[in-house]
């Protein structure tokens, strides 16, 4: 059974920082390239940071650059989405996405909720 779990979200002033982490089970992790995606209120999800199956190279939406880290520890089955300087527009859903190279398809997680408030 496919399972991917998120945990770490919460609420936090501006400024402030998160890590979030999503643990993967019934399947080869090592495989898949991992991505975070984050859906706010009214909008449309949207891809906020991925990385390859080594862990070696990683991408991001243009507005967390520079403040967002995307990373992995296979042996452990888990991507971290390490999260600083969070402003209000960071508010969202944060979900996991595993997906094996070269298919349209793949895994999702439940999601877990950022709140960025004063």
């Known amino acids: 059974q496919v399972q991917l779990v998120e945990s770490g979200g919460g609420l936090v002033q501006p400024g402030g920082s998160l890590k979030l982490s999503c643990v993967a089970s019934?399947?080869?992790?090592?495989?898949?390239?991992m991505r975070w995606y984050r859906q706010a209120p009214g909008k449309e999800r949207v891809m906020v940071a991925n990385?390859?199956?080594?862990?070696?190279?990683?991408n991001y939406l243009d507005s967390v650059k520079g403040r967002f880290t995307i990373s992995r520890d296979n042996a452990r089955k888990t991507v971290y989405l390490q999260m600083n300087s969070l402003n209000f527009e960071d508010t969202a859903v944060y979900s996991c996405?595993?997906?094996?190279?070269?298919?349209?398809?793949?895994?999702w997680g439940q999601g877990t909720q950022v709140t960025v408030s004063s």
């Open positions: 990385i390859d199956t080594t862990g070696r190279r990683a």
């Open positions: 019934g399947f080869i992790f090592s495989n898949y390239m």
């Open positions: 996405h595993a997906r094996y190279p070269g298919h349209d398809n793949g895994y």
